[in-house]
């Protein structure tokens, strides 16, 4: 189990707004989700709602107990999307579909008429020995239909297999492409919600489910088609013991010989506890549960190798992980010897042994027959094992398919996420482009992060004109970089506005917005990737140009090491900082050959600052982009690296005539380069308390200028 501080149910732009976060009921008007949807995700929550422990859910992809308010929760489920969802699948290759459909009953019966005619031949056998009549021509032609048999068999089961992997790669295509599409969509508040993140987890263990029954032990909607084999392989069974048994008189001795046959089986599963224990546990228990994870991450990944090995973690990692792991053990061991119920006791003390001789009752009348035989006393006892196994495997199926409802449920409540910096259709503006660069007016914008006391912004107000550079300044946590996410739209913000060339952000949309401006995060991506991606993917349109992606890397400075590395933008780069392979090992003469996969190259934090730089400059100059803004840019640099960024910065956002044409924001601790911008802002504990030229600042005598003496 886990425990959302908050349970939110703000799932993007269905559900009731954050109490935290006031202004977000505006985007409650702007679109009533289907009601279909909207219980569907009801339905999903309801089902991971612990009973009597108020905000305890379920972990993601918990199993659910099968109890009344489950079956109705998943029969909602059901009506709202399965149908929906397995009719999707389905016309991907309708053909195909229903061909699998049908083969997979047909293969389930195989097993009962392989013991028939197998019993045949045993009997002709058995003619064979006991009595002179014994016809070869009825022998051989047993024989050939058996050779026949196994033949068609192998043939339709090949055909089957390959029909079926053709369908199941198709839906696993469909669901992981939706899912990855989906999921790039939303936005860093939407996924801020825990509810959000269980929801996409359990979406997730659906589609993985589709890499075939071994995979989780979970059933993808195709498998769902398992329980109609199944059933028809049980149907078949049963009437080949009928035929055998046959005549009302031996029925009850049949249904007395099944039943004790399939009460060990009951036992089984009245006794066992679950086999996944995730469902039993406690919040401390899942605490424990991740503890031990985590720990265990902790040791097996490399990129926290050099900080384990250099405060010597290993004796800790391992003890603590010791201690997470006997408790875990504790747990799981105490909930199986806890409740002996009764079914329990009567499994071990093997009652159903005891019951065995039962089974036997159809034999003996079946002695008194004449129509007993080696190959049908041989059959009845294979179908009878084959009815406990395949009962046995029914139940585990049903139960398997009862679960993948609940995961099924949220796939498609995960599908329907709205995200929640996008504005409703009704309201959305395109966004009007300025020739002069982004034009910006702030008026009391307030923040706090989910799960904060404290707020990040409160009350920022300011305004810049199109073209205007403007440094942001202030102390660690004095929520610079907040207000960066919030003017970069990548976090909303709770209370005020923001307006953008005159058009209220909210009312743009981020994809629409982003297209204009570029930046360098504080905490800016390292990818495990070539020179020319890293540097490239600022503007992917010009990603294969290499004369695009080298004069970005000129202008940001990286030219000065890319140009001596042997394969120079192909050379990849290792993100992790410390796992480098020497560029000569394995490449002989030839660098283009040897092991690609060991060659990746890695940088100084200076050198990783100047490709992200590059990056931001791959679109900086494009004319669509209206605002550069820079968070810390030039923080590993040394002075004249910084200034000759800076000098470049100012060189872009101005046309050849030295007009102004794009809107710079920087923030830096350097207030020497600060001076540089038009207006400087002084935040403090989240908000800005000085805002004017360097001259205006210096000459006020408050904040800006005792930071400025004293880091002069
Ligand atoms: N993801 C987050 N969740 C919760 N609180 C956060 C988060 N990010 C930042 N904060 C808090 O918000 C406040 C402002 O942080 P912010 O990163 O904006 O400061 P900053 O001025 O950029 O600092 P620095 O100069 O160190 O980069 C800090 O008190 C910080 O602890």
Known sequence: MCHHPKPQRRLGRWSSSHPSHPNRHRSQHKLAPPPSCRCLLQSWLASRVVPR?????????????????????????????????????????????????????????????????????????????????????????????????????????????????IVQESAKFYVEYQQIAQRLCLDIPTLADPVIRDCLQESDLFVRSFNGMGSFGLLSPFDFIQVLGLISELASHLLVLLSLTGGSTNMGALLLSIISAL??????????????????????????????????????????????LLFGLGPWILQSWANARRTMMYHDRTSQTSQLTLPQLLNQINVSDLLFALQNVPLLLMFQSSSASLGSL??????????????????????????????????????NIHPELEPADEDVMSFPRLPCGMKMEARNLSYTYPGSKEAALKDVSFSLDAGETLAVVGCNGSGKS????????????????????????????????????????????????????????????????????SRAVHLGGADSFVDILPNGLRTKLDASGYDTMPYTSNCGSNPGYGAPSRQHHGLSGGEW??????????????????????????????????NKIFDTIEDISRSPSGKRTKTVIFITHRLSTARRADKIAMMEQGTITEFGTHEELMERGGSYAALYKASV
């Not at 041989?378 to 585990?396: C, D, E, K, P």
């Not at 739209?489 to 923001?498: P, T």
């Not at 949309?509 to 020179?531: C, D």
């Not at 100059?621 to 640099?637: A, H, I, N």
Request: charged content about 20%.
């Open 263 to 308: 009460f060990p089986l009951f036992m089984n599963r009245c006794g066992s506890t679950p086999s996944v224990p995730d469902s039993n546990y406690t919040t401390e228990e899942a605490r424990t549960a991740e503890r031990q994870e985590r720990l265990r991450n902790l040791a097996y990944n490399d990129s926290h190798r050099p900080e384990v």
């Open 53 to 165: 422990r108020r905000g305890t859910y379920l972990m993601p992809g918990a199993q659910r107990p099968i109890n009344e308010k489950n079956i109705r929760l998943a029969l909602t489920i059901f009506r709202a999307c399965v149908f929906d969802l397995v009719k999707a699948l389905w016309g991907l290759h309708p053909v195909r579909t229903s061909l699998m459909v049908v083969l997979h009953i047909i293969r389930a019966i195989f097993p009962a008429f392989r013991g028939y005619s197998q019993a045949m031949i045993v009997d002709e056998l058995q003619t064979l020995v006991s009595s002179g009549c014994f016809s070869w021509s009825r022998f051989l032609r047993l024989l050939v239909a058996e050779i026949f048999r196994r033949a068609a068999e192998t043939a339709i089961d090949t055909f089957a297999t390959s029909n079926e992997s």
């Open 482 to 549: 907040t207000l960066a996410k919030v003017i970069l739209r990548i976090i909303d913000f709770d209370q005020g506005g923001l307006t953008v060339n005159g058009v209220d952000i909210r009312r743009l949309s981020p994809a629409e917005y982003h297209r204009h401006v570029t930046t360098v995060f504080q905490g800016f991506s390292k990818y495990n990737s070539t020179i020319r991606e890293n540097v490239g993917l600022g503007y992917v349109q010009k990603l294969q140009s290499q004369s695009a992606v």
């Open 378 to 415: 041989a059959l009845y006892r294979s179908s009878i094992q084959a009815v406990v196994f395949t009962f046995g495997n029914l139940l585990t199926t049903a139960r398997m398919a009862f679960q993948s409802i609940f995961l099924m449920g949220a796939f498609c409540a995960a599908m």
């Open 609 to 642: 600052q100047r490709i992200a730089i590059s990056r931001a400059f791959m679109r900086a100059d494009r004319p669509e982009v209206g605002l550069l803004l820079f968070d810390e840019p030039t923080s590993s640099l040394d002075g004249h690296a910084q």
